[in-house]
């Protein structure tokens, strides 16, 4: 059997050069890992032997990377972390998780879907610090800190994990207010003469399909939002026509506060993600894991279109 200590000592270094390019200095790395500056240097010149490249220009007043240093420097602060996460993880197996993880969603879904899952995960882990940002935008995760996302799809940056959450059917609806003043659409083509709710305000056209043929409607209308809240309350209010999710429709439907539109017009799913970056803390994939199995758990994936009245 071959003699570990070799590798153990390059694993080591490793470790050290990371810190050393997170602290900044040789000086402040010395101190994070409670090691003499000497010790430190001679860590970083045993892997510039072994490698064979300099990693680094240093001075008394200055540290720079070279380009070798630039490249190695990814592989040794994923040893590290992967190390760090190791240990949190095992920590967590032995006693009662705690830690801290900031999310963010949009405030309608938000507090229709999620804010129920995250009261009881509340309950279960009350050691571990939420923090709960209810933001319609799509923020940058990394330059605001936050871990997890919960965002409708498709999904532009395919540098993020994406977990589908929600698979929520869709359909058209308007208000008996609306439809007593405007004869209720018949056809595609009365459909495109009515006024609707534009979501988001961008929004030209409605996708429908009938009869296995996929139509692009064009729309109009005086009121416009990019807040789904908004959405739902313009439509009640017999502003126009909207495509809503059955979270927003189906009791609403039952009610006879709204009227399904055009029934016979498919249109899209609303598919909702649960993003994140490539690595995440234990805490957040903890809180990752339950909001799965609470959307599970719920029925939010599989939704059950024939509950929903047509009209």
């Known amino acids: 059997m071959s003699d570990p200590s070799p590798i153990l000592d390059e694993l080591r270094a490793m470790a050290v050069f990371a810190t050393v390019v997170r602290s900044g200095s040789f000086a402040a790395a010395a101190r994070a890992l409670g090691l003499t500056r000497a010790v430190v240097s001679h860590h970083i010149r045993a892997l510039e032997a072994k490698l064979g490249v300099p990693l680094a220009q240093r001075s008394t007043r200055s540290f720079s990377l070279t380009p ?93 994990v994406a977990r589908r959450l929600v698979r929520e059917p869709t359909m058209l609806c308007a208000a008996p207010a609306y439809l007593r003043r405007h004869r209720a659409p018949a056809s595609i083509e009365e459909l495109a003469q009515h006024r609707w709710v534009l979501y988001p305000p961008t929004q030209r056209a409605a996708t429908v399909r009938i009869d296995g043929k996929e139509l692009q409607v064009p729309v109009k209308g005086d009121v416009a939002t990019d807040s789904a809240a908004a959405r739902l309350a313009f439509v009640l209010a017999g502003d126009g026509i909207a495509r809503l999710p059955a979270y927003d429709a189906a009791s609403l439907l039952a009610a006879g506060e709204l009227v399904r539109v055009l029934p016979q017009a498919e249109t899209a799913p609303l598919e909702i993600f649960l993003v994140h970056s490539q690595r995440i803390g234990p805490s957040a994939r903890l809180l990752r894991d339950f909001l799965l199995e609470h959307a599970q758990a719920e029925a939010i994936l599989q939704s059950r279109p024939e509950t929903i009245p047509e009209d």
Not at 83 to 94: C, H, K, W
Not at 117 to 142: G, Q, S
Request: contains cysteine; hydrophobic residues 45%; charged residues 25%.
């Open 68 to 160: 070798a240093g630039e490249a190695f420097r990814v592989h040794c602060e994923r040893l590290l972390d992967e190390a760090n996460d190791g240990i949190r993880g095992m920590e967590l197996l032995r006693a009662e998780p705690r830690g801290e993880v900031r999310i963010t969603c949009s405030h309608h879904f938000g507090s229709k879907r999620i804010m129920p899952a995250l009261l009881a995960f509340r309950r279960r882990y009350p050691a571990i610090r939420l923090h709960v940002a209810m933001n319609d935008a799509n923020v940058d995760l990394v330059q605001h800190g936050i871990e997890l996302a919960v965002r409708a799809g498709p999904l532009a940056d395919s540098s993020l």
